[in-house]
Nanobody
Framework: QVQLAESGGGSVQAGGSLRLSCIASGYTANTNCMGWFRQTSGKGREGVAAIYTVVGTNQYYAGYVKGRFTISHDRAKNTMYLQMNGLQPEDTAMYSC????????????????????WGRGTQVTVSS
């Protein structure tokens, strides 16, 4: 089992930045693909970004965050990051990290159903 713990959320004004962190512990061999998801009340989880942690160069982004958010992973620290720049009120959500043993693919990285382990989330609030 993998335990995931997010941090770094908070409240910012539009145009501001935040850096989210997700620390993995336990059986970290099952974290080949890690992703960030967000959820607002009344909506399901939506995939924000994902990364193939074995290499780190395979990154996946939802269209609405491309150019603003950057995902990265530090293997030595078992930690994934999400640098969020140019935040907008519509980015307000609970952000959660997730992990799975199978590789990230274009067709599956955004599917919450494909991830086995989840963190509790960290709230991001962007005011206009």
């Amino acid at each position: 089992q993998v335990q995931l713990a997010e941090s770094g959320g908070g409240s910012v004004q539009a145009g501001g930045s935040l850096r989210l962190s997700c620390i993995a512990s336990g059986y970290t061999a099952n974290t080949n693909c890690m992703g960030w998801f967000r959820q607002t009340s009344g909506k399901g989880r939506e995939g924000v970004a994902a990364i193939y942690t074995v290499v780190g160069t395979n990154q996946y982004y939802a269209g609405y965050v491309k150019g603003r958010f950057t995902i990265s992973h530090d293997r030595a620290k078992n930690t994934m990051y999400l640098q969020m720049n140019g935040l907008q009120p519509e980015d307000t959500a609970m952000y959660s990290c997730a992990a799975r043993a199978s590789f990230c693919t274009d067709g599956s990285w955004q599917g919450a159903m494909y991830y086995k382990d989840w963190g509790r989330g960290t709230q991001v609030t962007v005011s206009s």
